[in-house]
C-alpha cells in the first residue's frame, strides 16, 4: 500500500524556536493536508494544499506542495508552548480516502 | 452541534462481543470516513461513504467490520466478534463532498479486554 515517510518522529525545541518537518512518498498526491493532534483530541485541519509547488500560510505556519507531488513541508516561526503536540501529514491519492504519516511529536522548552 | 460528534468517546469490552460506533457528521457534508488510529501511529483509512453508500471500503480489515449510513448523515461502524488487535481508537471524518478537506471527531477509543 501506499506510504509516507514523515520526519523527523520527534522534536525537542525552545520556545521561540522554529520547527520545520516533512512528508515523502513513493507515489504522486494530488493534495496535501497538514493536521495536529492534541492527547484524547481528534486531528484538526492545520492547512490544505492543492497544487503542486503552491506555499501557503496559516499564521505562523508555512506548508508547501512539492514539484514532483511526492512530497511536502511544514515550517512554524517562532514555536509557542501551544503548538506543543503531535503533527500528521496526509496525502490524498484521489480516491478520497487520506494516506497519514507516522507523525512528528514537538515539544516544546519554556 | 458544529463539528463531529462520536459516540461513546471510550468503551471498554470482552473479547468476542459485538460493538457499535456511532458517528454524527457536519450538518450539510455528504462525504463520510472512519479510519482506525493505533497508538503511536497516524489513522489509518477504513470505508468512505458518500451519501448512503459506500463509495470506498477497501480499508476494513474483514468481514467482521462493516458499517452503514443509512440516511446519508448519520454513520454506524460495526464490530462482530472482537478480538484484542482490534483495540484502538476509531476516528470519523466529514467533508461537504469528496474534494473538500476532511474535520475529524475527537474519536472513540475501543478496549477489547
Known amino acids: 500500500g501506499q506510504q509516507l515517510n514523515q520526519s523527523p518522529q520527534s522534536m525537542f525545541i525552545q520556545e521561540g524556536e522554529d520547527v520545520s518537518m516533512n512528508c515523502t512518498s513513493s507515489?504522486?498526491?494530488?493534495?496535501w493536508l497538514w493536521y495536529k493532534q492534541d492527547p484524547g483530541e481528534g486531528p484538526v485541519l492545520l492547512i490544505a494544499l492543492y497544487k503542486a509547488g503552491e506555499l501557503t500560510s496559516n499564521g505562523r505556519l508555512t506548508a508547501q506542495f512539492g514539484i514532483t507531488r511526492k512530497d511536502s513541508f511544514l515550517n512554524i516561526s517562532a514555536s509557542i508552548p501551544s503548538d506543543v503536540g503531535i503533527y500528521f501529514c496526509?496525502?490524498?491519492?484521489?480516491?478520497?480516502?487520506?494516506?497519514f504519516g507516522q507523525g512528528t511529536r514537538l515539544t516544546i522548552n519554556p | 452541534g458544529a463539528g463531529v460528534s462520536q459516540t461513546p468517546s471510550n468503551k471498554v469490552t470482552e473479547k468476542g462481543k459485538y460493538v457499535e460506533l456511532r458517528c454524527d457528521p457536519i450538518s450539510g457534508h455528504t462525504a463520510l470516513y472512519w479510519y482506525r488510529q493505533s497508538l503511536g501511529q497516524g489513522p489509518e483509512f477504513l470505508i468512505y461513504f458518500q451519501g448512503t453508500g459506500a463509495a470506498d471500503d477497501s480499508g476494513l480489515p474483514n468481514d467482521r467490520f462493516f458499517a452503514v449510513r443509512p440516511e446519508g448523515s448519520v454513520s454506524t461502524l460495526k464490530i462482530q466478534r472482537t478480538e484484542r488487535g482490534d483495540s484502538a481508537v476509531y476516528l470519523c471524518?466529514?467533508?461537504?463532498?469528496?474534494?473538500?478537506?476532511?474535520?475529524f471527531g475527537d474519536g472513540t477509543r475501543l478496549s477489547i479486554l
Open positions: 471524518a466529514s467533508s461537504l463532498n469528496g474534494n473538500q478537506p476532511q474535520h
Open positions: 507515489s504522486i498526491f494530488n493534495t
Open positions: 496526509a496525502g490524498q491519492p484521489g480516491a478520497q480516502k487520506l494516506v
